[in-house]
């Protein structure tokens, strides 16, 4: 089995996605603070990450991680529409689709590296 479907990188995604989630719907107030970072900041990294553990964990087109990442995008959002002292913002659901192009990206050229190892 390549090492890119190992148990480990399926682990680490669905601890992800649970931990984004989590910070996603508690209260303004009581999330963390990350530097100086701005909000649509962190939803490109987090869903970055997501979509490279997302791909590394299961053989999986990119578009299919697309949409699954870009319903979860939307679900965040309708999600914090109904939860006090949050949000939905459109600009988030855009920044998180641009963290998945870059977590697709990532993904592209591991396996690009990963072919001239081989081929080496």
């Given amino acids: 089995m390549p090492v890119q479907y190992s148990k480990v ?4 995604f669905w601890l992800a996605l649970l931990a984004s989630y ?8 009581m999330a963390p603070e990350i ?4 909000d649509k900041t962190l939803h490109f990294i987090a869903f970055a990450v997501l979509t490279l ?6 053989a999986i087109s990119w578009l299919k991680a697309t949409l699954y990442l870009l319903f979860y995008a939307f679900f965040i959002e309708f999600s914090q529409y109904f939860t006090p002292n949050r949000c939905a913002e459109w600009l988030d659901i855009v920044a998180d689709a641009i963290g998945i192009g870059l977590g ?4 592209a050229g591991y396996k690009k590296l990963e072919e ?3 081929n080496s």
């Fill in 35 to 38: 530097g100086e970072l701005s």
């Fill in 9 to 12: 990188y399926k682990v680490l």
């Fill in 53 to 58: 553990l997302l791909t590394l964990a299961y």
């Fill in 22 to 29: 989590v910070l996603a719907m508690i209260p303004q107030e």
């Fill in 116 to 118: 001239i190892c081989e």
């Fill in 104 to 107: 697709l990206t990532l993904y």
